[in-house]
């Protein structure tokens, strides 16, 4: 049951274990995709062109690029910055998720439109989402901070990264790449909610009363490779804006780049990498997609269950 529905046999959710069930669903689906997310940001800000058949930078291939990182960091390595991480994924699904269902029971209470159908899911998904990125995007500038550094490690922990960028960069760089961000989150998240909504009526009978199954794992992870893959150069541009000012920590990684902007980094690297540059670490992002969304959603639904029953059992 994702999105009010008022023809559910379950007890409709209150705001707050809306929330409980999303972050609770973030916790666990980042704990289990952490190393994909640490290779594709090492993709995704590399310069030099990605390819295993003309290797040019330290990374060319998804499994050369988990073997180098393996053999010079350490296992721990695929977690670096999964503090950050964690508290991004607790704060955006408890934000998402909540507004959606808010967002979604007010369509039905205040509109004529029906709230579970696929297009008022894209809408209410959008905006949910773009709430939940405003509210975390300092978290996830953050998480990209520690995924991107290598060894020495320029910061040491959460409150020095917090620290040193506040004093050596002002306030405003906590929200670097927030424009594409917000570009991109619309259209990414809704097209989550509106595929999810779609295949999931595809492939669950209508008499069936099974959540959190194997329909939502699949359903989510189709949803997730769909979403990715039209907006995925927007998710590029946003990585490389926030590492913006970090040039020093990436000097080992090959070449570095200083963006002037959303604008001057999507022509930069259409000048200098050309149209391929937009997908670098595409392989990998869609994978951590397919995952990430697929057990975004198994687990919310899991949860959300899990309340509705406790709530029918008392």
């Known amino acids: 049951m994702v999105g009010y529905d008022p023809n559910s046999p379950l007890a409709s959710l209150t705001?707050?274990?809306?929330?409980?069930?999303?972050?609770?669903?973030?916790?666990?689906?980042?704990?289990?995709?952490?190393?994909?997310?640490?290779?594709?940001?090492r993709f995704q800000l590399q310069i030099e062109q990605v390819s295993s058949r003309n290797p040019q930078g330290k990374y060319w291939g998804v499994w050369q690029a988990t073997r180098c990182i393996l053999t010079e960091e350490g296992l721990p390595a695929f977690w670096k910055g999964h503090i950050p991480a964690q508290l991004l994924s607790v704060c955006f699904g408890a934000v998402q998720f909540a507004s959606f269902e808010g967002l979604t029971e007010l369509v039905h209470k205040k509109t004529s439109y029906n709230s579970q159908t696929a297009g008022v899911h894209f809408v209410c998904g959008g905006l949910a989402a773009c709430s939940a990125t405003v509210a975390c995007q300092p978290l996830d500038t953050l998480r990209t901070r520690f995924a991107a550094q290598g060894e020495p490690k320029m910061y040491r922990n959460l409150r020095h990264a917090v620290v040193t960028m506040y004093r050596t960069e002002g306030p405003l760089a906590f929200y670097r790449g927030l424009a594409p961000t917000l570009v991109a989150v619309y259209p990414y998240a809704g097209m989550q909610f509106f595929f999810y909504n779609v295949l999931k009526k595809r492939l669950k009978p209508q008499d069936s009363k099974s959540n959190g199954s194997l329909h939502s794992l699949i359903s989510g992870s189709f949803a997730g490779v769909i979403s990715k893959t039209l907006t995925y150069p927007f998710d590029l541009f946003k990585k490389r804006l926030q590492v913006g000012g970090f040039e020093k920590a990436r000097m080992q990684f090959g070449q570095v780049r200083t963006y002037h902007g959303f604008v001057d980094c999507m022509v930069t690297i259409a000048r200098d990498e050309g149209p391929r540059g937009f997908f670098k670490g595409l392989s990998p992002s869609l994978l951590k997609a397919a995952l990430s969304t697929g057990f975004t959603f198994f687990w919310y639904e899991f949860f959300v269950n899990a309340i509705s029953s406790l709530k029918g059992s008392q």
Do not use: F, H, Q, Y
């Open 15 to 41: 705001s707050e274990e809306a929330a409980l069930a999303g972050s609770a669903a973030g916790m666990v689906t980042r704990a289990l995709i952490s190393p994909l997310d640490v290779v594709k940001i």
